[in-house]
Structures are given as structure tokens and as C-alpha cells.
């Protein structure tokens, strides 16, 4: 059940209802100095002291009954300020007759008024919130005080001095003895609220006490003036009820067992009634010898209610023993069936008792436990541990916030297995049933499993074993933190996997990759940390220092390089491997940053190679994922640009024809020239889209330079990957038939150097070109290992000579014998001959004695944007064809 804010009856009285509230009590002084001054009569004067306050706090205690009922919704709260509002009540309304009625009648109108007052206030504070909560114990109070009330009238009587007594002060001595006493023994022992109790037991105690003394003296016809000690008495106590009813709350959180019923027994005060009834009994007998018959009734009233209260007390008893036998069996079936063994170990370590459940979890009997030490159970390795944790809990130097310590060792089971466990100790020498130390042990034997199958999981390759990316970083970072200590990390990138995977399967690439980590782990050294980093790339964590790292890295190639003999199948592999130090980058994630740029780096180069990383390394690596970043879109963006450069003929220095060069104007990295462009644009797989926005731009511009009087070629290069398209040629001829040009106009140049790539797919297209009407041209002829052999078999008509072949005169003549044969085997073959890249008048002479028509170069006319190169070729009035 919830623990809800307390609901409040409404707030204190405020300082204004505190006036209001004691201003009546104000009347009483006036009234009684006008009774002892003659003014009015006795009666009169108890009468105006004694109605007006308890009419204000009548109402009061009634209103703050109404509060109660509105905030709880039910009666119970209200009862008790209400029934001590209406003994307020009763007492005003019995001052308010005495005036009224003849003096024959007052003592039994005040014995009347006294009666209703008693009833009502013990009811009330029976009643009032957190006095006495249950039935029972409202019938205990009850008894109880009427026990004592009848053993002190008993008492009373027989201690009385000989004389007539009247019977209504008889009386009212007996409604005082018993109501006193409910009263007392209730405010006394009240379960909450004390001091609102104690307030409301002793204005209701001074109500009953004030009646009482009223009562007697009218009975006794005591001089006036007298009464006016009981009606100053009755004139405070209902603002003693009132404040302390309105200290009382209700709702709020239920009482326990304890609380509601407190002693249930309270056997010392029910030998206060017995003893005082005794005494008194034994002085009366020898004081007098005989008894009358007053006393033997006072006498026999106070056996039924200690009989009574005796009753009570013993279903207390057995309702109390009830519950402790079930909440004993609860305990029992909790401990039983936990899956926790519990034990009781004293100051001296050993163990009194254990739960039924250690046979059902551990195989233990209380023949193997109980008078042994607890250490004694556990594994001599971790007997010392536990030792220490039970001596710091028995000097309480073991206390962490309240909590209790948690042991961990291996326990020696009934069967002799060990048992990896878990206690807590729990100091119970403060509680007296328990007087020892609670140790609860558990079984985490699972749990650890679990643990070490969770972290095989987490930081293991499920398929090689190896450790996992998760792994390698914590072990960089562990090989990093220790002082002074230089490793080096290794990453393996394994060529041709999805080769094997498309063609053979997965089941065999998974084997494949089995074999590789069997094959790492048996090639690195026992402090080595071997790593599977994706799905064909592994990684290695090394202490040794660079050179024996590079040297492990030689025995990796080694070893990884060697065919895998698979069933049905032998499979190659090779292999691309980066170093880093550990030491270097600021951390982990650098690290690896910089073996995987090494990596990459020998990737590029070639096949089974080792690259170490350094700074220009990564210069190159972060330019070229600039340059792959930026690329793309880059036509789109209207980023990419074209420039000219015109092809003159060498005797008479006409413009025959203009190069398309291809330029990209990147905002971010600059003007990018085609040798870096070019090989990112083939990887990103955009060289054919590129490659056709050029066609087309130099077909436009083509077309608005050409007229009659000056027929121009316009020479496009062109790489292998836009060779290879199915629908090159006819890109081509749509392209040219969209501009309007003639076939002949457009040259295609292919770069020799790369020709070799794909030697057949080459020799096709440039024959469709040729087909088409299209001249096709050899670029830097000369720079290849196999010019002479590949020029017989490429369609070409214009072979370019790569400025390695045109060497400046003033170095020598040792290149002009070459030059010479390039061209005249040109010649022979039907070709022109371009001599290009020349930046020198003496380079112009060379090419030009040895026989090349054209030329192109710097030393003739440098690249241009297109309104510049328009204007070079307006210049020149009389083209030469």
C-alpha cells in the first residue's frame, strides 16, 4: 500500500479564531467576583462561566468532527471529536439547568450531567484518531480502567471515615473512579498522536473531575461559595479538549501489529487494582473486622472485571501466538523454498543454524555445517578472504553506507564440487531473537558461465575465434597505457574473398577464413593479439618494436600467401598489409586511422605488399578521399571546364586543329589537372559520364569555330573505361550529328600507356570510329614498353610522339636517330605524325628536321579557355589546310 501524504484536518486555529475561541473564558473571572461580591447567585455565576466556553468549543470539536468525516469520506475520524464535543456539551447544558431547577433536584441533575459527561468523553477519546485504533483494544482500555476504577471506590469506601454517605455522591465517586481511569490509562497509552491525546485526556479528565466535585457538593450541601471551585475547573477543561482534538490527523499510513495493539498484556497495570484492592481489604479487616454490604459489592465489582480483562489478555494471547505460528510457517516456506542458502554464524565464526534449503542447493546436511566454522566451507584459497570479511563485520569496520558486504568465493558443496558463490553478511547481534551474524549464500555458478559466454560473445569473432574489433581497441589501449613500452599494429586486408565467395560459395570462403585465423594464431608470438576487424580484414596488436614487427608482417605474408587446401578446391589469396605504431596518433582510434592509411597505401601499389605509415603518406591518402569526395556531382555542379590547345602545323605555323583538355575548377581544392582526376573518376566509376560531357562540350565549341575557310579537327582523349562501353561509337555519332560536324572533324585520342589494359576491347571501338568516319590518333606513342609491337594492331590515323622522344638539341643528338625512325615508320604506316609537348625552340627545330608535319607544345601556344583560343584563330587570315 502506498504511502500517501498525510491528510490534515484543516489548519490550527489562526490567532483571530484563537480570540474568538477564549474570549468566553474571559466571562468567568467577571462572573465569579459578581458571585463572591452578592451581585448573583452562586449557580448563576457557575452557570455564565461555564456555558459560553462550552458552547464555543462544542461547536468547535462538532465542526472539527465534520472536517474529519469530509476529508476521509467515511465516520471513523469524526467519531471521536464529535462524542468529545457532546461531553462539552452535556457539562454546559448541565451548568446552564443548575439555576433552573429546585435545590431538592441538584445534586441529581449534576450527577446526571456528570453520567452523560463521562460516557461521552471516554467514548470520544476512545475514539479520537490514534488513541486506540482497534476494537480490541478500545475493550482493553475499557476494562482496564474499570478495574482500577472499581479497586480505588472499593479502596475508597473502606478508607472512608464512618458516617452516612449519600448515595449520589456514592454514585458520582463511582462513574469518576471508572471514568478517570479509562481516561488516564487511554491519553497514557495512545498508539499515535500522543500529545493531542494527552491534551484530550486531560481536558476530558478535568471535565469528570469538575462534575464530580460539583456533584459532591451539592450532595454534601457544602457552602456556595465552594462551588465555585468546581465551575472555575469546568470553565478551562473544554479548551483543553478542543486543542488537543485539533491536534489529531487522519488518513496517513496504517498502524503495524505493534503499534495498534502496543502491550497487549500489560500485566503490571493490572496488578495495581488487585494490590490496592488487597491492602485496603486487609487494613479494613483488622482495622474493623467486618465488612458491609457496600463493600462486599465494591469488593465483588472488581473480580468480574479482572476476569474480563484476563479473557481479553488470553485471546490476545492465543490471537498473537496464531499469528506468530503462521508468520513462522510463511518464514519457513520463504526460507525453504529460496534459492538462497541462509546460515546463522556466531562471534566465533561458527554456524548454528542453516535453512532447510541447503540440501536442496548445495547437498548439505546440518551434520556437515552445523559447529563448523564458516570459513571451513569454502576453498582454502578463498577461506582467508572470507575470514577477514566476517571479523570486519563483527568490529563493524566493514559497514559501507548501511549495506551489507558481499563476499565472493568458491564453496565446497556436499558433493565435493566446487561452487563458484556469492554471500552477503547481515549484522543481527542488535536483535535479540537472532544474536549473530545472517549470512545468505547464493549460487552463481550460472551467472559466471553466462558472464564468460556474454564477454565470448562481445569481445570474440564468432567465426575464427579471434578477437573482435572490441577486443583489439581495448588491448591497444591497455599496450598504450604502459610506460615506456613501443608496439606496432598490423592490418591485414585479404584479396580475391568475394571472388571465392560468388564462385565457390560461402561455406568454402568461411573455411577460408577459419583457415586464415588458425593460420595467424600460429605465425604471432604468445603476447600477440590476434583480431578479425570485418568480413576479410584481420588485425594484429604486436609489442615488439618496428623492425620485428615489419618482420612479423613478412612472416604473415608468408604464411597467408600459401595456397588453402580445401576439399574439392585449392584457393590463392594475396594480401595488402599497413604497420603503425602504438605510440603514435592521439588514440586509439588514430591508431587505427593510420595502419588502415597504410594499408590502403599498399593496396594502391600492388599486390603483397607492406607499407609503413608517415605523414606524406597521409598527405596523399586525405588528397585523394578529398578528391573522391568532391568529384562526384562535380559536372552537375557546373565545376568541370575545358581549355584548348591548338595543333600547328610545323613549316608554316597554321592552326590545323585543337586538343580538349579537361580541367576541374573545385572551390574547395583548386584547379585538379586530369592525371589526378582521371584514376578517381575510373574508381568512382564516373570516367564514362565524364568522359561524354566532354565530347559534347568540345563538339559545341567545335561547331561554332568551324566554317568553310577554316576546317578544324577537334581531338578528344578518351580512356579504356569509355572504350569499353557497349554504346560508345554510338554516343559518338549522335553526338556528332547533334552538333551538326562531320565525322572527320573529331579525332579520338587513346593514351598509349593504357592500351595495353585491354588490347582487344581497344582494337573494336577504334575500328567502329573508324568505320564511322572518325579519326582515331595514339597518344604519347613512346611511352610504353610495347609501342612497336602494339602499333601494327591499333586502327589509328595520327600517331602523337610523347615529348620523351623530342629531346632539346642542345643536349645532344643521341634521340635524334629515334625520333627519325618513329617517324618514318609512321609514315610507312599511313600515319600523321604529331610531335607534341614542346616547350623549346630547339625541341620545334628537332621535330620539325625530323620530319613531323605537326606540332604542339607550349614553345607554340599554351592551353586557353575558349574565347581566347577564338581569338588565336581569328588571328590567322589564311588557314593552311
Known amino acids: ?166 448515595g449520589t455522591a456514592l454514585a458520582a465517586g463511582l462513574v469518576a473512579a471508572a471514568g478517570l481511569s479509562i481516561i488516564v490509562i487511554t491519553a497514557l497509552r495512545a498508539a499515535r498522536f500522543r500529545r493531542a491525546a494527552l491534551l484530550s485526556g486531560a481536558g476530558a479528565s478535568a471535565t469528570v473531575l469538575g462534575m ?79 465488612f458491609d454490604v457496600t463493600s462486599i459489592v465494591l469488593g465483588l465489582a472488581v473480580i468480574p472485571t479482572l476476569v474480563v480483562r484476563e479473557v481479553l489478555s488470553a485471546l490476545d494471547v492465543r490471537r498473537y501466538a496464531r499469528r506468530l505460528a503462521e508468520q513462522e510457517a510463511h518464514f519457513r516456506s520463504l526460507v525453504s523454498g529460496a534459492n538462497d542458502l541462509t546460515l546463522v554464524v556466531g562471534e566465533d565464526l561458527l554456524i548454528r543454524w542453516q535453512s532447510p534449503a541447503a540440501a536442496r542447493l548445495f547437498g548439505l546436511s546440518d551434520a556437515d555445517v552445523l559447529g563448523r566454522a564458516f570459513p571451513e566451507l569454502m576453498h582454502p584459497d578463498d577461506a582467508a578472504d572470507v575470514t577477514s570479511a566476517l571479523t570486519g563485520v563483527l568490529t563493524r569496520r566493514a559497514a559501507d553506507g548501511g549495506r551489507p558486504p558481499l563476499v565472493t568465493a568458491r564453496l565446497v558443496d556436499g558433493h565435493g564440487v566446487l561452487r563458484d558463490t556469492e554471500s552477503t553478511i547481515s549484522d543481527q547481534r542488535g536483535v535479540p531473537e537472532v544474536g549473530a551474524l545472517v549470512v545468505h549464500v547464493r549460487d552463481v555458478g550460472e551467472r559466471r558461465h553466462l558472464e564468460r559466454t556474454l564477454h565470448e560473445m562481445a569481445f570474440t569473432d564468432q567465426l575464427t575465434g579471434l578477437a573482435n574489433r572490441r577486443e583489439l581497441m581495448r588491448t591497444i589501449v591497455t599496450q598504450r597505457s604502459v610506460a615506456g613500452h613501443t608496439g606496432a599494429l598490423l592490418v591485414i586486408d585479404l584479396h580475391g574473398m568475394a571472388g571465392i565467395n560468388d564462385v565457390r560459395g560461402r561455406e568454402v570462403g568461411d573455411a577460408v577464413l577459419i583457415e586464415v585465423g588458425r593460420r595467424l594464431r600460429a605465425t604471432i608470438d604468445r603476447d600477440d593479439v590476434a583480431a578479425r576487424l570485418a568480413g576479410d580484414e584481420f588485425a594484429i596488436v604486436t609489442v615488439e618494436g618496428p623492425m620485428l614487427a615489419y618482420t612479423l608482417g613478412t612472416r604473415l605474408l608468408a604464411a597467408l600467401t600459401e595456397p588453402y587446401q580445401l576439399p574439392g578446391a585449392v584457393v590463392h589469396l594475396h594480401l595488402s598489409i599497413g604497420l603503425a605504431e602504438l605510440a603514435g596518433g592521439d588514440g586509439v582510434d588514430d591508431v587505427l586511422r593510420r595502419a588502415d592509411l597504410a594499408r590502403r597505401r599498399a593496396r594502391q601499389l600492388g599486390r603483397n605488399r607492406i607499407e609503413w605509415y608517415d605523414a606524406y603518406l597521409e598527405e596523399q591518402l586525405v588528397r585523394r578521399m578529398d578528391l573522391e569526395r568532391e568529384l562526384s556531382g562535380a559536372a552537375g555542379r557546373g565545376e568541370l571546364d575545358l581549355v584548348y590547345q591548338p595543333v600547328l602545323g610545323l613549316h608554316d605555323g597554321q592552326p590545323v586543329g585543337v586538343e580538349a ?179 623549346t625552340d630547339g625541341q620545334v627545330d628537332q621535330a620539325r628536321a625530323a620530319g613531323c608535319r605537326y606540332g604542339q607544345g607550349f614553345a607554340l601556344s599554351r592551353p586557353a579557355p575558349a574565347e581566347r583560343m577564338e581569338a588565336f584563330l581569328e588571328s590567322f587570315q589564311s588557314p593552311s589546310l
Open 212 to 290: 464530580t466535585i460539583l456533584t459532591w457538593l451539592l450532595a454534601y450541601d457544602a457552602p456556595p461559595a465552594t462551588l465555585l471551585a468546581a465551575g472555575a475547573v469546568l470553565a478551562g477543561a473544554p479548551l483543553l479538549t478542543w486543542i488537543g482534538a485539533s491536534r489529531t490527523e487522519v488518513g496517513g499510513r496504517p498502524l503495524a501489529l505493534g503499534e495498534a495493539e502496543g502491550n497487549f498484556s500489560a500485566y503490571p497495570l493490572l496488578t495495581v487494582p488487585a494490590v490496592i484492592a488487597t491492602l485496603a481489604a486487609a487494613y479494613h479487616l483488622v482495622a474493623v473486622g467486618s
Open 661 to 839: 583538355l579537361l580541367r576541374w575548377r573545385s572551390p574547395a581544392l583548386g584547379t585538379v589537372l586530369p592525371a589526378e582526376l582521371l584514376p578517381v573518376a575510373e574508381d568512382l566509376a564516373i570516367a564514362v559520364e565524364i568522359g561524354r560531357w566532354v565530347l559534347d562540350r568540345a563538339c559545341r565549341q567545335l561547331a561554332t569555330w568551324s566554317h568553310p575557310s577554316r576546317p578544324l579537327w577537334m581531338a578528344v582523349n578518351v580512356t579504356p573505361h569509355e572504350l569499353a562501353a557497349p554504346d560508345f561509337v554510338s554516343t559518338v555519332a549522335a553526338t556528332l550529328a547533334a552538333h551538326h560536324l562531320a565525322p572527320e572533324q573529331l579525332v579520338v585520342e587513346v593514351a598509349e600507356a593504357r592500351v595495353a589494359s585491354d588490347v582487344p576491347t581497344v582494337v573494336t571501338q577504334l575500328a567502329g570510329l573508324r568505320a564511322l568516319g572518325v579519326r582515331t590518333a595514339l597518344d604519347d606513342f613512346g611511352a610504353g614498353q610495347a609501342s612497336l609491337a602494339q602499333l601494327r594492331r591499333l586502327p589509328v590515323d595520327i600517331l602523337k610522339i610523347d615529348r620523351a622522344l623530342v629531346a632539346d638539341s642542345g643536349r645532344g643528338t643521341q634521340s635524334k636517330p629515334l625520333i627519325d625512325v618513329v617517324v618514318s615508320l609512321g609514315r610507312r604506316l599511313g600515319l600523321e605524325i604529331v610531335a607534341e609537348g614542346l616547350e
Open 1 to 166: 500500500m502506498s504511502v500517501e501524504p498525510l491528510l490534515r484536518a484543516p489548519a490550527r486555529p489562526v490567532p483571530i479564531r484563537l480570540v474568538t475561541l477564549f474570549a468566553p473564558a474571559v466571562v468567568a473571572p467577571f462572573a465569579i467576583a459578581a458571585a463572591l461580591s452578592g451581585a448573583v447567585s452562586v449557580l448563576v455565576a457557575v452557570a455564565a462561566a461555564v456555558v459560553p466556553v462550552a458552547a464555543v468549543c462544542a461547536a468547535r470539536l462538532i465542526r472539527l468532527a465534520l472536517s474529519f468525516r469530509a476529508i476521509e469520506k467515511r465516520t471513523g475520524g469524526c467519531r471521536g471529536a464529535g462524542l468529545l464535543g457532546l461531553g462539552v456539551l452535556a457539562t454546559g447544558l448541565t451548568a446552564a439547568a443548575l439555576p433552573l431547577v429546585p435545590t431538592g433536584r441538584l445534586p441529581s441533575v449534576a450527577l446526571a450531567g456528570l453520567a452523560a459527561a463521562t460516557v461521552l468523553s471516554v467514548l470520544g477519546l476512545l475514539l479520537l484518531p490514534g488513541a486506540a485504533v482497534t476494537i480490541s483494544v478500545r475493550l482493553r482500555r475499557g476494562f482496564d480502567g474499570l478495574s482500577m476504577g472499581a479497586s480505588f471506590a472499593f479502596a475508597g469506601w473502606l478508607l472512608h471515615p464512618d458516617g452516612a454517605t449519600p
